[in-house]
């Protein structure tokens, strides 16, 4: 397929995807069935269009004056990948299979992509009803903050440590170019090409053999400071697929138990192949049983439980950009029911003198800082560790994390920004002796 062709493409998808009001993924998965002329070169190419252009939604629209896809796409093209209006009208001259040529009016717009004039939320690209809450958290940097969000995520990987020796692992990888992570000591940073396409990374031989796994920086850094000791006790109440699960047994050095359980057995599945690929051994998932109770031997004797909460996920809006415009009120009052029902029920399994680690992947206090303080108030035994103290889980780097991320009594928050992972928030609460 042309560069034109994938532009028109991607305008249908993004059609589609308004007209039916679905997720971004299924229907670019109908449009590559229904294409099947399409090589995965192209999809790929036409799923960055898309998602891009998802990033830049509202400063495209106000810079094109329309919510059309077509004018979404357009306007994306210049605000994102950087093309004048000649590079734009040249894509889009009305060949064969090329979207039709510039209008006047379109021409002009992209002549001067301005957005001086535009309201905060439209230069950050992020929904309006969310702007209290974010300008809330970052005062005056919620732009800065949402252009970040906005952008592309890298590949992060993590060595691990059970099956490889962090030298020889980077070297396997040599090919892919890794950076090191900022803070992670274990992060593998893989730059995306320029059409925001990552390299295969689940067939590479390191990956297959469980030297590494896929895991964001931000939630890499969450699970060291949470600091589960090799040798302890340790619940990991939404482990989910295993993300944390994981990374915990390597800093267990498989030493202590760890258990892991999430109330969806369907999240849950992934779990037991990936432990055993990345050669954990203390690990025993508490799968849910119906309406019985399997985690009742483990209450009042957790010396660390992690809550990786359910949450509305907008810190993770650069991987995700379709969620960022799908997340409503409704969503945002459901989430921080489910995460003040889940503290109340972690709370029961931490011993006296143990801690309890609270992580989400958003951003807004409502799901952070003001769910750690209905905790504390509900249970004065437990009061939260000072994030400089946190942070020296993390050796070295620990005084640089404090630095950049957003710190509160309540914790740390980590943003794109800030941090350059993924938006995340990491509070971790001692339970009086
Ligand atoms: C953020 S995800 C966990 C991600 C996982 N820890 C990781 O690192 O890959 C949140 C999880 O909480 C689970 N969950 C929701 N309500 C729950 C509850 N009441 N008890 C336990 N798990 C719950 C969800 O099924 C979901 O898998």
Request: proline content about 7%.
């Amino acid at each position: 397929m042309t560069p034109a062709a994938r532009l028109s493409a991607a305008i249908e998808v993004l059609a589609d995807l308004n007209a039916r009001r679905r997720p971004a993924g299924d229907a670019l998965k109908d449009w590559g069935l229904s294409h099947r002329f399409a090589g995965s070169g192209d999809r790929a190419a036409i799923a960055g269009l898309v998602y891009d252009t998802l990033r830049r939604r509202a400063s495209a629209a106000h810079v094109m004056g329309s919510e059309e896809p077509r004018a979404l796409v357009l306007g994306m093209l210049a605000l994102m990948r950087g093309l004048d209006m000649e590079a734009i009208a040249m894509l889009a001259d009305g060949g064969r299979f090329a979207p039709s040529p510039l209008s006047e009016d379109e021409r002009a717009r992209l002549a001067d992509p301005d957005l001086s004039t535009a309201p905060p939320f439209v230069r950050g690209d992020y929904p309006q009803w969310l702007h209290a809450s974010l300008r809330h958290v970052f005062g005056e940097e919620v732009v800065a903050e949402g252009e970040a969000l906005a952008t592309r995520a890298p590949l992060d990987l993590r060595i691990n440590t059970l099956k490889g020796e962090p030298e020889a692992v980077r070297a396997a990888l040599a090919h892919l170019h890794p950076e090191p992570g900022r803070f992670s000591p274990l992060a593998l940073r893989i730059r995306l090409d320029s059409e925001g396409k990552a390299p295969p990374v689940s067939a590479e031989p390191a990956f297959i053999r469980g030297e590494v796994e896929v895991q964001d920086e931000g939630s890499q850094l969450a699970a060291i400071l949470a600091r589960p000791v090799p040798g302890s006790q340790v619940l990991d109440l939404c482990a989910g697929a295993g993300g944390k699960t994981l990374e915990f047994a390597a800093l267990m050095d498989n030493k202590g138990q760890l258990y892991a359980h999430d109330s969806d057995i369907r999240r849950l599945k992934p779990m037991h192949e990936r432990l055993a690929r990345a050669g954990v051994r203390n690990v025993q998932v508490r799968s849910p049983r119906g309406a019985e109770d399997v985690l009742h031997d483990l209450e009042g004797r957790m010396d660390l439980v992690l809550v990786d909460a359910p949450c509305t996920g907008t810190g993770t809006w650069r991987r995700n950009p379709d969620a960022k415009w799908r997340v409503r009120p409704g969503a945002l009052a459901q989430r921080t029911a489910e995460q003040a029902k889940i503290l109340d029920e972690a709370v029961r399994y931490v011993r006296p003198g143990g801690r309890l680690a609270y992580v989400t992947c958003s951003l807004l206090d409502e799901e952070n800082g003001a769910q750690v303080r209905a905790l504390i108030a509900k249970h004065p035994d437990f009061s939260p560790v000072p994030p400089a103290e946190t942070v020296l889980a993390l050796g070295a780097t620990g005084p640089a994390l404090a630095a950049a991320a957003l710190t509160s009594r309540e914790g740390l928050t980590l943003s794109p920004r800030r941090t350059g992972t993924d938006g995340f928030f990491i509070s971790v609460l001692r339970r009086a002796p």
